[in-house]
């Protein structure tokens, strides 16, 4: 598996890094320490034991990774996705955090930490879950366990390539050449190197993952808790695949069983529950422990109310542009204070006040940045059905109609849309804007739609971003792979273009 050292990435055969439980309490409980490593015969003895595994990734997910505060696991990438988009503001340079990501400079930078995290963090994800799936089926206890545990294993081991092939990989285009570099697809343990297979091989792993792991959930135990995963975030991770390849059919069947017994938020619960595991349309996330503090590598460090250096001096903003297409009657226009002047509107303790300033992830104790933590909710899978209709042709009025079942509850006045075509299709994405702002999804849109950058005619600062605009399609869309990598491989993983 590998191990990821600052800049250089090394393998071992010897042990496996991973996490054991507390057993002071329920085996599968987030009840978790760091260990030192321990040989797999150990950890996969029993599936009690293997919950150890399968703990220690989730743990992963808002972890603090090479000593970079600001690459807090799952909440680091999500960060970074938003801010190299255009509806995500920075307001203020504050104490320097994601400024050369905003401007587009960190991720074609061959040394940069982003580069380093997001290639580290994610692969290190599928060398444990490697792990699992490699050893489970050995382990002493029920199957229904260990159906739970390989499953979960695959769909993190899914959803990471997916992450990853999306960032360093070129677009994927349905019925165009995808035989570009794409990602090392590690399925395995294995020790040296491996070039990196083509964008088409790794999205057909992707795949067969997913279909595994739908299959095995449905003799699994249930999930304990949120920070599992279950048959409904596997669903969510296969319709997002689904619609990054233009698989539109799919990405509605998959997209109608992952929201399946989840329902969206009222108007009332709009604004307290963005950072609680209790939201109703909740699929997937973390449920964060107290005495599991994250300090300033957590999400809220860097949006909402916690009283940080970089949330007093650099409020996050929406895009002036796009708060303007939200109606009156629209609850969501709420979530921001277009004045940055109103008064009793949540802000850090002695933080500056800015126009566009946004409210959506108030914890209800500023003084800690512990909160709950969203990867997956019920809100994103109708915008995925309901953009996969528009987009089949000959499905338009099924589209309207799931777009108008979620859109009604954020604006009462809301009627069915009449339009068609493309002007339907941008319609629903201007929704997907507003719905999931600050929720880590605009860079990855932005290049699975082809569409440039284009942060004029707004609220962004020209001297702070310095980068307004961005062609689409261009090599900037891709991120370089480390060059600790490049070195470690000896040349054997490509570089992208430079």
């Not at 310095?466 to 399609?473: D, H, K, L, Q, R």
Request: aromatic share 12%; hydrophobic share 40%; proline share 4%.
């Amino acid at each position: 598996m590998r191990i990821f050292n600052k800049l250089s990435i090394k393998f071992t055969l010897a042990t496996v890094a991973l996490w054991v439980l507390l057993l002071s309490g329920c085996n599968k409980k987030l009840q978790l320490e760091p260990t030192n490593r321990i040989a797999p015969s150990i950890v996969f003895a029993t599936t009690q034991n293997a919950y150890a595994a399968i703990n220690g990734m989730h743990r992963y997910m808002y972890s603090a990774w090479y000593s970079n505060q600001a690459a807090g696991g799952q909440s680091g990438n999500m960060l970074y996705m938003e801010v190299l988009g255009e509806d995500f503001v920075m307001t203020g340079a504050a104490n320097g955090w994601f400024n050369s990501e905003y401007r587009w400079l960190s991720h074609r930078n061959e040394a940069a930490s982003i580069l380093t995290f997001n290639y580290g963090f994610y692969y290190a994800l599928i060398a444990n879950a490697n792990e699992i799936i490699g050893n489970i089926d050995g382990a002493e206890g029920p199957q229904a366990d260990k159906d739970f545990l390989k499953a979960q294993a695959l769909t993190y081991r899914a959803w990471s390539y997916y992450q990853m092939v999306q960032l360093y990989g070129k677009r994927y285009v349905k019925g165009g050449d995808n035989s570009s570099m794409g990602m090392s697809l590690i399925l395995e343990r294995t020790v040296g190197a491996v070039p990196r297979n083509t964008v088409e091989e790794v999205y057909t792993q992707i795949n067969t993952d997913l279909d595994a792991a739908i299959g095995l959930f449905a003799t699994a135990v249930a999930r304990p808790n949120i920070s599992h995963l279950n048959v409904n975030v596997a669903h969510g991770v296969k319709a997002r695949v689904a619609l990054t390849q233009q698989n539109y059919d799919i990405a509605i069947t998959e997209a109608r069983a992952a929201r399946a017994g989840f329902t969206l938020m009222t108007s009332d619960q709009y604004f307290n529950s963005f950072v609680s595991f209790a939201n109703p349309e909740w699929i997937w996330g973390i449920e964060h422990r107290e005495d599991q503090p994250n300090y300033f590598s957590s999400f809220y460090a860097y949006v909402g109310n916690f009283s940080s250096t970089n949330t007093r001096g650099n409020p996050k903003a929406i895009n002036s542009a796009l708060y303007a297409k939200i109606p009156t009657t629209d609850v969501r226009k709420r979530l921001w204070d277009p004045s940055g002047a109103t008064a009793g509107f949540p802000v850090a303790a002695s933080g500056v006040r800015r126009p566009y300033m946004t409210r959506k992830f108030t914890l209800p104790n500023p003084a800690n940045s512990n909160g709950d933590l969203m990867f997956m909710r019920a809100a994103e899978m109708y915008l995925i059905e309901a953009e996969s209709l528009a987009k089949l042709g000959g499905r338009e009025a099924e589209a309207r109609q799931v777009l108008f079942e979620l859109v009604r509850t954020r604006d009462a006045s809301y009627a069915v849309s009449t339009n068609s075509g493309t002007t339907l299709v941008d319609e629903i994405l201007t929704q997907r804007r507003i719905e999931l702002w600050g929720e880590g999804f605009r860079f990855y849109d932005l290049k699975r739609l082809n569409l440039p950058l284009d942060r004029n005619g707004a609220n962004h600062n020209t001297s702070l971003a310095v980068t307004m605009s961005v062609p689409a399609g261009g090599t900037d869309w891709e991120f370089l792979i480390p060059r600790g990598e490049i070195d470690r491989t000896l040349g054997v993983v490509k570089q992208n273009p430079l």
